[in-house]
């Protein structure tokens, strides 16, 4: 079984930082590549940043610069560090995984996690 549990999330005062994690199980971590998502109300679920299997990493304008993804392989963890946070960033945040070498296109997402909230406040 997949399972893919995100952590960090939480209430943060605008120009805060947080770090979320997403812990993976039931399959080979290093054989994925890795995304953030993110969905606010009303809006359409939007790539965050992304992770190839060897580390490339890819951001959404939005967050360049505030923003880093990182994997650790040996311990089946996805990062992702936000920094300066803005009340704009105020959303459900979700972990993925495609089997595919990269991808920055939500469809060929294979697994998912159940999301965890970042509300930003001003």
């Known amino acids: 079984q997949v399972q893919l549990v995100e952590s960090g999330g939480g209430l943060v005062q605008a120009g805060g930082s947080l770090r979320l994690s997403c812990a993976a199980s039931?399959?080979?971590?290093?054989?994925?590549?890795m995304g953030w998502f993110r969905q606010a109300p009303g809006k359409e679920r939007e790539l965050v940043a992304g992770?190839?299997?060897?580390?490339?990493?890819a951001y959404v304008d939005s967050v360049k610069g505030r923003v880093t993804i990182s994997r650790h392989n040996a311990k089946n963890t996805l990062y992702l560090q936000m920094n300066s946070l803005k009340p704009e960033d105020t959303a459900v945040y979700y972990c993925a995984a495609t089997r595919r070498f990269n991808s920055v296109v939500e469809t060929e997402y294979d697994y998912w996690g159940q999301g965890t909230q970042v509300t930003v406040s001003s």
């Open positions: 992770i190839s299997r060897s580390g490339d990493t």
């Open positions: 039931g399959l080979t971590f290093s054989s994925y590549a």
